[in-house]
């Protein structure tokens, strides 16, 4: 097992120091793609595990390495940015608290993440000392968030007619929203790029859509002055979508693989993926709630021993995201598409593409989670003001309308993938869930489901096996 510590304790100076040192540091460029499975097979294409709060995590490579002198890995910008500054892989391709405090311990938040053009509450916030750095990166290093400036579009149905800005930097035509990184795995199954799907071109394949996205990362977070090349587009966008990644190891259940348990990576990339092909909104492809069933197989386990009791309660989590009655109602995006005012329905009526979970047709919602009753004293809040009194809306972000200009796209975001979800909280676009079971909170109130204290555990515990 000599290789895989060397290898793992790469990916964790990784994450701490940024790449170059790292690899330097443990051992070349290109080899960490030869992973060990439980019955200590090589695979091809596979990075070593790294641990998570509620187990192990892996990345499998559909290009057989994980190839680190790829753009990704390289500053192509004005600040010492790289993709990778933000899409660890040590840190399900996202970033999460733990790791950039740390990094902000280690380098006295000098790391090119803390940046202030957008990783600090307001660019023109005080970076001169230590003390200085951690109030300006505090949204960072508390909750993962990224500042995202967008302007109100020409034409927008809506004006800006207030903001509640803790940080005073709002301007009339621009507004800041705190952001999650959004994994830079798992992408073949998308269908939309971005929490405001501001990369979706017209008619364009999700292939353009990234490269799109790799063009404008690179203008925005890395400030460069100029577009990367074709080229370089083309090899970040083919390097992301060979990535999967997925949970392979639970602390209390073991390998997400016995027994029949279908988890980890190289299990994703082999899922078929047709847009549209499972969705309550395309009635006439059919749709089928069971949209998870990885752990079908876990259902029948007996046996009183913690690993089995651990399985069974995952399995049971996958059934309740499945079946267990949720009243959706007052969603927009969702109940005004269908013309019912209460929908019947479940997790899965939302998260429906088959052992992925983010919405298989391009359909984006407003659950609620932008509503000033939500929002907390570290985030802005906006009130927008409609045209034809359409409405006033307080949200801490817009979500979709500052893409279409649309009052009825006030507050809808993306239905995000769930796999991958244990390496990277918090959770939803702002980070206001800390932990899963505040997500599972989230829709129990939202919903009033009346989930049992056992329904939850065992959501969370199946969410954490993705
Ligand atoms: C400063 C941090 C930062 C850097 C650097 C960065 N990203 Fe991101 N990335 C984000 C944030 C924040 C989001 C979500 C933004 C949003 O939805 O508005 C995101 C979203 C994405 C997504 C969308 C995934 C999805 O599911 O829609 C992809 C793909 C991505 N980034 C790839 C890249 C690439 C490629 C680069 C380098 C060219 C890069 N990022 C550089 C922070 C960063
Ligand atoms: C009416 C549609 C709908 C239903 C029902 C629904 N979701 Fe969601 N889900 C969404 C949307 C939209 C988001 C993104 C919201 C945001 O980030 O503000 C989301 C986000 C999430 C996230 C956060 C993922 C991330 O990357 O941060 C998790 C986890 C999740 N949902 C789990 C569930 C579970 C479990 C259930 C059932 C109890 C459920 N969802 C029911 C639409 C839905």
């Known amino acids: 097992m000599g290789g895989y510590c060397s290898v793992r304790a790469g990916l964790?100076?990784?994450?701490?120091?940024?790449?170059?040192?790292?690899?330097?540091?443990?051992?070349?460029?290109?080899?960490?793609?030869?992973?060990?499975?439980?019955?200590?097979?090589?695979?091809s294409g596979q990075l070593p595990a790294s641990a998570d709060p509620s187990g192990q995590f892996q990345t499998f490579s559909t290009s057989g390495t994980v190839n680190f002198s790829n753009e990704f890995f390289q500053?192509?910008?004005?600040n010492g940015r790289k993709c990778v500054s933000c899409h660890l892989p040590?840190?399900?391709?996202?970033?999460?608290?733990?790791?950039?405090?740390?990094?902000?311990?280690?380098?006295?938040?000098?790391?090119?993440?803390?940046?202030?053009?957008?990783?600090?509450?307001?660019?023109?916030?005080?970076?001169?000392?230590?003390?200085?750095?951690?109030?300006?990166?505090?949204?960072?290093?508390?909750k993962g968030l990224i500042r995202i400036a967008r302007p109100i579009p020409g034409g927008a149905e809506f004006t800006l007619t207030g903001a509640s800005d803790p940080y005073n930097c709002s301007t009339s035509t621009a507004i800041a929203m705190f952001r999650r990184p959004l994994p830079a795995t798992d992408l073949k199954f998308e269908n939309t790029i971005m929490w405001d799907s501001r990369e979706d071109l017209f008619a364009q394949t999700?292939?353009?859509?990234?490269?799109?996205?790799?063009?404008?990362?690179?203008?925005?977070?890395?400030?460069?002055?100029a577009a990367p090349t074709d080229a370089q587009l083309t090899s970040i966008v083919n390097f992301e979508l060979a990535l999967f990644n997925a949970q392979t190891v639970d602390n209390a259940a073991g390998s997400l693989t016995d027994q029949g348990g279908r988890g980890g990576p190289q299990n994703l990339s082999q899922e078929p993926f047709t847009p549209g092909?499972?969705?309550?909104?395309?009635?006439?492809?059919?749709?089928?709630?069971?949209?998870f069933n990885l752990y079908i197989a876990w259902e029948s386990l007996s046996g009183t021993d913690s690993v089995t009791q651990a399985r069974l309660s995952i399995a049971r989590g996958e059934k309740l995201f499945n079946t267990k009655l949720i009243n959706i109602d007052s969603v927009r995006g969702f109940n005004d598409v269908l013309n019912q005012v209460i929908f019947?329905?479940?997790?899965?009526?939302?998260?429906?593409?088959?052992?992925?979970?983010?919405?298989?047709?391009?359909?984006?919602?407003?659950?609620?989670?932008?509503?000033?009753?939500?929002?907390?004293?570290?985030?802005?809040?906006?009130?927008?003001?409609?045209?034809?009194n359409a409405g006033i809306f307080q949200i801490d972000d817009p979500g979709l309308a500052l893409t279409t200009g649309k009052c009825a796209d006030i507050a809808k975001f993306k239905v995000p993938v769930l796999r991958d979800l244990a390496p990277r909280a918090p959770y939803f676009h702002d980070g206001q869930a800390a932990t899963l079971l505040d997500v599972v909170n989230f829709y129990n109130n939202r919903f009033q489901i009346?989930?049992?204290?056992?329904?939850?555990?065992?959501?969370?515990?199946?969410?954490?096996?993705?």
């Open 277 to 291: 092909a499972n969705s309550v909104f395309a009635l006439g492809f059919g749709f089928n709630p069971d949209v």
């Open 344 to 388: 019947p329905g479940t997790c899965s009526s939302c998260h429906s593409t088959p052992n992925v979970g983010n919405s298989s047709t391009n359909q984006s919602m407003n659950i609620g989670t932008a509503d000033a009753t939500r929002r907390t004293p570290d985030l802005p809040l906006y009130t927008l003001t409609c045209a034809n």
């Open 450 to 466: 009346g989930l049992t204290i056992q329904e939850k555990t065992d959501l969370v515990n199946f969410l954490n096996s993705l």
């Open 12 to 43: 964790l100076c990784l994450s701490v120091a940024g790449l170059g040192l790292a690899l330097s540091g443990c051992g070349g460029s290109s080899h960490s793609t030869t992973g060990t499975t439980q019955n200590g097979q090589q695979q």
């Open 90 to 142: 040590g840190e399900g391709w996202s970033v999460s608290p733990p790791g950039i405090q740390a990094r902000f311990n280690n380098t006295s938040g000098t790391d090119p993440i803390f940046t202030p053009n957008d990783g600090s509450t307001c660019p023109t916030d005080d970076v001169s000392t230590v003390a200085a750095r951690q109030t300006a990166y505090s949204l960072l290093l508390n």
């Open 206 to 225: 999700i292939f353009n859509d990234l490269k799109s996205q790799a063009k404008n990362a690179t203008l925005g977070h890395a400030q460069s002055a």
């Open 75 to 78: 500053s192509l910008g004005s």
